[in-house]
């Protein structure tokens, strides 16, 4: 596989469950970030990892808890929910080590997800 | 602080017009990159193009165009003889060198082309 790939691609879920958005990038970028996208609103920046660490995390409830096992991976873990949260979640991936995306961003076809 | 405005939410056009997207961007750097994505209703954003700020040359790639001017801070995107297929959110991006500081996007503009 190529590029950035996102599962699952859609997700229901209730306000009660625990689940898991996985992202991987087979580009051999340094950085990956998750962001959130709903109806009608700007893309939101949730977290930057670079090299595997957390570098930058734009005030995100805790309800959102990200990992970084190694530079390949990325996982979004999601409990307790609320129907706010309902949203695409966007990966992708960068060149740079510093996050800063100057060759810009590859990005994953998202999971689109919906909190009942 | 950097800030990138698209100042256009949504366009409607009919096939076969040409259309132009704006963006406005704000950075104290000197050395800065400017991108345009498209996010068709799929919702993966596809990259279309990349500027850094030495490179004012305007580009063509088929149908599609940009202008970049730094006198300006401006870096427009105009489809000529737009296609359905053209529909889709249109983002405009800057990233700087500064480590740390993530790819700021503009809000879209959402171009709907009907035949």
């Known amino acids: 596989e190529t590029g950035v790939t996102q599962t699952p691609r859609h997700l229901v879920m209730g306000m009660t469950n625990k689940k898991s958005l996985k992202c991987e990038q087979h580009?051999?970028?340094?950085?990956m970030y998750w962001y959130k996208q709903s109806a009608k609103k700007p893309l939101e920046l949730m977290f930057v990892?670079?090299?595997?660490?957390?570098?930058e995390n734009n005030s995100v409830p805790s309800r959102f808890s990200p990992e970084c096992p190694n530079s390949s991976h990325l996982f979004l873990h999601l409990h307790t929910l609320q129907p706010e949260d309902s949203a695409l979640y966007l990966c992708?991936?960068?060149?740079?080590?510093?996050?800063?995306?100057?060759?810009?961003?590859?990005f994953g076809s998202g999971t689109r997800l919906t909190v009942v | 602080a950097q800030k990138v405005t698209q100042a256009q939410t949504e366009i409607s056009v009919v096939e076969k017009e040409d259309v132009t997207l704006d963006c406005v961007y704000e950075?104290?750097?000197?050395?800065?990159?400017l991108f345009w994505y498209k996010q068709p209703p799929s919702g993966e954003l596809v990259f279309l193009i990349r500027?850094?700020?030495?490179?004012?040359q305007n580009e063509i790639s088929g149908r599609y165009s940009w202008n970049f001017q730094k006198s300006t801070s401006s870096f427009n995107f105009t489809i000529t003889a737009s296609q359905v297929v053209d529909s889709a959110v249109y983002f405009c991006?800057?990233?700087?060198?500064?480590?740390?500081?993530?790819?700021?996007f503009g809000k879209g503009t959402t171009l709907s082309v009907s035949s």
């Open positions: 992708a991936s960068s060149q740079d080590s510093g996050g800063q995306g100057r060759y810009g961003y590859t």
């Open positions: 580009l051999g970028h340094n950085a």
């Open positions: 990892y670079s090299l595997e660490e957390r570098v």
């Open positions: 950075t104290r750097d000197t050395t800065y990159y």
């Open positions: 500027r850094n700020s030495f490179d004012e």
């Open positions: 991006a800057l990233s700087t060198d500064q480590a740390g500081t993530a790819l700021i």
